[in-house]
């Protein structure tokens, strides 16, 4: 019965619950017992020959001074055990041949050494001291023998120390029974030899034991390894295949003959790139002989279209030759469905479901790319929607996303195929057409899209109406590059913005040239308020009852080095569109007030606000501190608004008028009557004067219907106890009839143009002189 313990060693790569690399020892310990057994078994049948011989060849020795029946026995006994031990270790061995390392206890080898040597030993000993010196050279020679059966054990240190130590000591208690009548010298030979025995063994023990750890460890290693491996293919993380150097399937694993779909036996032995449905990129990979990875390809199975991966190394032997490829593979299917899902809504939009920004740029990539080789021109159309953002302010965003997704319905079924539609963000579309080599189609497809998206739009009962407006360019011709021709797109939507709306313009030199002009401008513009190239001139304001100086409106102006004087209405939208309004406006403020502060009392001064400016919470303050500054008190200085200030955030812009209003200063509304209807402002006790637009005032001398206007105005000033001004007085007839209709105060070439600082301080001291006189 075979009482050695064994311990199965974990399959998780020989892990157990002290960790890893407790485990990964085990593991080793495991295969170094396999490789003691195995190699134990290897010498069992010279260790079995060599006790029976030596057993009988002292038996031979014994025969005529031993009682047989004892020599019997004793021959039967040692036969009989060593045969057992043989028979053991060589089914050890076996076992240990197999794939499951163990863990095996070396005490059961190192006894049967120990009691295999005592049951030889035992009457040798005994009988030496008493046999004829003849026998005793027999038995000598055969102790010696047994000795150096040692070697047999040299895969257990323990037992072949434990068997020599045996061996040595049964030779020396018969040396010692019989020392008496013995010679010193076979003493000393029985010495040297049990020394020569145990030092060669000793150092063959140690060698045979250092190379079975180091078979061992590999051992180890490659168990891991296996069981890394098949652990990989068990979870179906991937497979692993190998070819020949004829790119012949070797192995494939299970999970990769269930994806195609056939037998391993019907991949084995044929060519990989043919099996995978003849994929020429992986036939040129391997052909290149070099490591290659991520190399993916499309596969038709029974369950349809899969996506693979594979990965792989060259096979090289010991002598340099090209052996084959392994590697391992997996099905990247998912991921690639995942991958497209997310390009795919990389490249929508979510609300309309076109293609967004991102996408009609590659799609105009693509179609620049086209017609640059194919000698046809394509085309970029870029839509704005007219009028949507009261669409928003008006009927809230829920609605405004329902028409924009109206709008996007229409655009694609107006474009059909001869273009793809794409969203830019906001209520901004575009449309790329590959084919554009008929210009009057495209304006045929323009014509449709304005007149389409003009139609009505019923939204949840309510009928919302907005336009479009169109710019295009057509690649190569106006741009050879993707940026060039959305620039150019976006130039001639621009101008199609200023044309009045709901029309389609198409990109000429002339706006390229006009853009360029509008951004030297914009760089002088900036350079102007650094040099400070701007100055102020002061319009007069006339008391309509007698003629006297009551200020000035003052009013910028830039004199450009190279392009002489700028007209305010070319840089004053500049300004507004760049943002630099602000600063410029906060130095007409200062100037202003500077210039006021040198006046007497009763002269005012009155400037223009942009309706930019009264955005910024910050203009009140800035007002604030210049009148601070220099010491002018607020009643003297008067800001002038158009009406378009209500078209934005008017509650915004009406605040800021009433924080302006807090400080003492004047608002008057400019060019009252000639824009939006304000009516409803004038009752929120923020303007202190109407100034009627010049218009007015010059078609007064023909028109009743106009005059009936500036009627109505004044009467309605009156009502809010506001000052009327008369703006673009020129003629003696303009000013009695203004001053006759009840206009306070008169403003125009009549009484002076604008003019510089100096001489309006001449002419407020001329005025005073004259007065006092």
Known sequence: MDVETQTQVPAELGEDS?????????????????????????FAPYLAITVVG??????????????????????????FANWVICRRAIEKGSLADSRSAKVRSLLPAIAEAIGLAILWVSLPSYAFATQAPAVQVVIGGAFGAMIMAAIALVAVPAAAIAWIATMTAGLGFAYYMGSAALDPRIGLAIIGLATVAV???????????????????VRAQSESVRLLLKEYEHRGVGWLWQVDAENRVVYISSRMTSLLGRSASQLIGHSLPASLGGNSALGRTLLAREPFASLEMELRTRRGTRWISLAGDPIVDVAGQFQGFRGVGS????????????????????????????????????????????????????????????VNDTFGHPKGDAVLKSVAQRLVKEVGDSGHVGRMGGDEFAIVIRDAQSRKMVESLAARIISSVAEPY??????????????????????????????????????AKGQGRGTCCYFNADMQNEAEDRLRLEQDLR???????????????????????????????????????????????????????MQLGDWVIEEACRAAATWPDNISVALNLSARQLIMPALPNTVHESLARFKLKPNRLELEVTE??????????????????????????????????????????????????????????????????IQSIVQLAKSFRMTVTAEGVETADDFTRMRDLGCHQIQGYLFGRPMSFERASDLVHGIQTRLSA
């Open 644 to 709: 378009s200030v209500f078209l934005g955030d008017s509650q915004g812009s009406l605040d800021v008028l009433k924080r302006l209003r807090a400080i003492g200063v004047g608002i008057a509304l400019d060019d009252f009557g000639t824009g939006y209807s304000s009516l409803g402002y004038l009752n929120k006790a923020v303007f202190h004067k109407l100034k009627i637009d010049g218009s007015f005032v010059r078609e007064a001398a023909n028109n009743r219907e106009t005059v009936a206007i």
């Open 527 to 581: 350079q102007a308020l650094t040099l400070r190239q701007f100055r102020l001139d002061y319009q007069p304001l006339i008391n309509a009852l007698d003629q006297s100086l009551m200020g000035f409106e003052a009013l910028v102006r830039w004199h450009h080095p190279t392009r002489g004087m700028v007209p305010p209405n070319e840089f004053i939208q500049v300004a507004e569109e760049t943002g630099l309004i």
């Open 331 to 390: 099905d990247v299917t998912e991921v690639r469905k995942t991958q497209e899902r997310l390009t795919h809504l990389a490249n929508m939009d979510v609300l309309s479901g076109l293609p967004n920004r991102g996408r009609v740029r590659q799609l105009l990539g693509e179609a620049l790319s086209g017609a640059q080789s194919g000698c046809v021109p394509c085309a970029i159309m870029f839509l704005d929607l007219d009028g949507f953002k009261p």
């Open 18 to 42: 002290s960790g890893p690399d407790v485990g990964s020892d085990r593991l080793r310990q495991a295969h170094l017992h396999n490789g003691q057994a195995q190699t134990r078994a290897l």
């Open 199 to 217: 030092f060669g063994v000793a150092r063959l023990t140690r060698w045979t034991y250092e190379q079975l750890q180091t078979i061992a460890k």
């Open 458 to 495: 019923q939204i949840d009962k309510a009928e919302i109406r907005i336009g479009v407006s169109i710019g295009c360019a057509f690649g190569p011709i106006d741009g050879q590059s993707v940026d060039d021709l959305i620039q150019k797109a976006d130039l001639a939507l621009y101008q």
């Open 54 to 79: 030596a057993t009988l060849l002292v038996a031979w020795g014994l025969l005529a001074s031993t009682n047989v029946k004892l020599l019997v026995g004793w021959v039967g006994l040692v036969a």
